[in-house]
């Protein structure tokens, strides 16, 4: 009697009668009828695909099955004892994974609920695979939901799992072969079938994101590092490769091949700063239409500099172009990371010290905290060094008078954090004049690394180009004479008086183009024939161009070809 009941149902919302059911079953039942040609009278057997089938099918997801194992397994403990199938079916509608109960293996494999099973809609009908696949959403199919008469002691709830370009790639099925009968007991259920698809799909972009950065993202910075929300792939420009479904949501419907600047106020420059190292609650991301998420931004495993056979971990690949100094620089860096010994970062005022102190902490996955401390702003016996291990960043070391000298001296003898100094002076030097103490020197200073100034660096142009996308998400340019300008200069103030200068030069143009006109004047200009006895290193940072390499000394063309003739320079081979 319920049968005859269940399809003069069927019928009535044929000819638009009223019902109860989901929009979701009503569109369902009419594909089955008007599209695929199914009898709701008759009562079909589950399909089962033939071995060889199967085995095809399961090759085709072999690498998904593996990523998703772990997950489906932890799922299936928490159902445990209450009698649910779960099912991971391809795109196909195939099933190629399974978890149940062996003793009701036999009741199984009669209901469909089992491998091989191929729940396609125009074979099943109704069903939560079919309807899964079919809406792209996720769904509970609940006893006379189903269309065919065979399934309708089923309850079947399923979630899409989407590949890295966003196409549905599997579904996920948690099943009943009875269950009570509301449809609101599984709400349960398509809670847990939904989270395990969003880890899936987290699993999955981690995984083919390995030498790629990844951008995490949550709505509470409580799971941001637990259990995220959504994510994206990213490439070394910031456009972004990959995404979870729920990226979709978070940022915007078409995400793949645009820029995180176009979707989010951040570049890929600012992806350090949303490492661990610092407090979730910091890492905030703002969006254009003003809402906040949380971010959590996972460094490259490594990734290939242009100089053939080179690679560097993490936040350090981010850190300069083609600049060979700065890449031999980064590359030593790189080799130090993975040690605790203390480390003494050199260079002038605004050259990247602590940008560099954070990448290199980033390197190690059990780095532990990031803490800073500004030794200027440290007042008499106010020196608390934080607990636990990590790494500890005393910058402008050269500051502390000789009492605080002595303090973390002290401090430092039982401290499980590693250290890492930063100092624009020359503190060998200030041992030597007796202004700091030689024995806190050679404990913070285990290796050193220096920064060159920006006026000797050879990838002013990446440089230039990265600060751009970081000013706006439009096609922010320089003018030939603007840029030319720029590269004259001696940049007293390096990067950060760059990126100042470049600001500045972006809100007086109120366009696109930034020409000479727009560019504020140096604010400390260089003397005259500045920095002469490093004439070898500016002329290797202007390519060798005479007239560039004046400019930026202050200097005639003709004092730079006669000092170059008079000390037998040649360019580097």
Not at 391 to 420: F, M, N, S, W, Y
Not at 509 to 518: F, K, N, Q, R
Not at 522 to 550: F, H, K, R, S
Request: glycine fraction near 8%.
């Amino acid at each position: 009697m319920r049968d005859v009941e269940h399809v003069r149902e069927i019928e009535r919302v044929l000819q638009g009668r009223p019902t109860t059911r989901d929009s979701v079953v009503l569109a369902s039942w009419r594909r089955c009828v008007e599209r695929h040609g199914l009898d709701p009278a008759r009562s079909s057997p589950a399909h089962i695909v033939p071995e060889a089938q199967l085995r095809a099918h399961r090759e085709q997801a072999e690498r998904l099955i593996a990523i998703a194992r772990s997950g489906l397994e932890s799922l299936f403990r928490q159902v445990a004892g209450q009698n649910y199938v779960l099912l991971l079916a391809d795109a196909k509608s195939v099933t190629v994974d399974f978890f149940g109960d062996p003793r009701f293996e036999a009741e199984l494999q009669a209901a469909g609920l089992y491998l091989g099973s191929d729940w396609s809609e125009h074979l099943a009908g109704t069903c939560g695979v079919g309807a899964c696949i079919a809406t792209g959403e996720a769904v509970t199919i609940h006893q006379s939901d189903h269309f065919d008469l065979h399934h309708t002691p089923l309850s079947c709830t399923a979630a899409p799992i989407f590949d890295t370009s966003g196409q549905l790639a599997a579904v996920l099925d948690l099943s009943l072969l009875r269950s009570p009968q509301p449809k609101a007991s599984q709400n349960l259920a398509m809670t847990l079938v939904r989270t395990a698809a969003r880890r899936v799909e987290m699993a999955n972009l981690m995984a083919m994101a390995r030498r790629e950065w990844v951008l995490r993202l949550s709505s509470s910075p409580e799971f941001l590092e637990v259990d995220p929300e959504a994510a994206v792939a990213l490439d070394g420009a910031g456009t972004i490769i990959g995404m979870t479904h729920a990226a979709r949501t978070a940022l915007g419907p078409q995400l793949l091949g645009r820029r995180l600047d176009e979707v989010t106020t951040l570049t890929v420059d600012d992806l350090p700063d949303l490492m661990r190292g610092r407090p979730a609650e910091d890492r905030v991301i703002r969006l254009p239409d003003g809402r906040a998420l949380f971010g959590h931004a996972i460094a490259p495993q490594t990734v290939r500099l242009p100089r053939q056979g080179t690679q560097l971990p993490g936040g350090l690949s981010s850190l300069a172009g083609p600049d060979p100094h700065m890449q031999a620089l980064l590359e030593r860096a790189a080799r130090l990371a993975g040690s605790r010994l203390a480390l003494l970062i050199r260079g002038a005022t605004g050259t990247g010290k602590e940008r560099l102190a954070r990448a290199i902490h980033m390197c190690r996955r059990d780095g532990g905290c990031f803490r800073l401390l500004d030794c200027a702003a440290l007042e008499a016996g106010a020196l608390d060094l934080p607990p636990g291990p990590g790494t500890l960043v005393l910058k402008g070391v050269e500051d502390l008078d000789h009492a605080a000298q002595a303090l973390l001296l002290r401090r430092l003898a039982d401290c499980p954090l590693r250290i890492i100094a930063t100092t624009r002076c020359d503190l060998a030097q200030m041992v030597r004049d007796g202004r700091f103490r030689p024995d806190l020197f050679f404990r913070i200073a285990g290796a050193a690394l220096d920064l060159p100034p920006l006026h000797l660096r050879q990838d002013m142009d990446w440089l230039i180009e990265r600060m751009l996308r970081g000013l706006s998400p439009d096609a922010l340019r320089l003018s030939a004479g603007a840029r030319a300008e720029l590269k004259s200069r001696l940049w007293p103030g390096n990067l950060r008086e760059l990126a100042a200068t470049l600001e500045a030069a972006a809100l007086i143009s109120g366009g696109e183009v930034i020409d000479s006109p727009d560019l504020p004047p140096p604010l400390l200009a260089p003397a005259p024939e500045a920095e002469v006895e490093d004439l070898p290193a500016i002329l290797d940072a202007c390519g060798w161009n005479m007239a560039l390499a004046a400019r930026r000394l202050g200097v005639n063309r003709s004092t730079v070809l006669r000092r170059v003739r008079a000390a037998g320079l040649v360019p580097a081979a």
